[in-house]
């Protein structure tokens, strides 16, 4: 790939662009702006599920006590007959 110029002992002010796709700016810059906006659709749709599958996790509300109750479980046995309940 060449730039076109022969020597830099130039008028640099008559030289024009230098780096390949001249003009392409803007296509590129929409291409990167919509690859964006389309990932983080994305991203929120995969959050969304997850965030719907975790929730209906803890529609039951004895397992969820149960999940609390065994949080706090300073113990060994307290929370081996948590588990023993039905955790």
């Not at 002010?13 to 990167?32: D, H, I, K, R, T």
């Not at 983080?40 to 975790?54: D, F, S, V």
């Not at 149960?66 to 949080?71: N, P, Q, V």
Request: glycine letters at 6%; hydrophobic letters at 50%; charged letters at 20%.
């Amino acid at each position: 790939m060449s730039t076109g110029l022969e020597t830099w002992n130039t008028n640099l002010f008559e030289v024009v662009e230098l780096y390949p796709f001249v003009g392409s700016e803007y296509v590129l810059a929409f291409c990167g702006l919509g690859a964006w906006l389309i990932w983080h659709y994305l991203q929120i749709r995969m959050e969304n599920k997850a965030l719907a599958e975790e929730d209906a996790l803890f529609q039951d509300k004895a397992k969820l006590a149960a999940a609390r109750k065994l949080s706090n479980a300073e113990t060994v046995a307290e929370t081996a007959k948590a588990h023993v309940n039905g955790l």
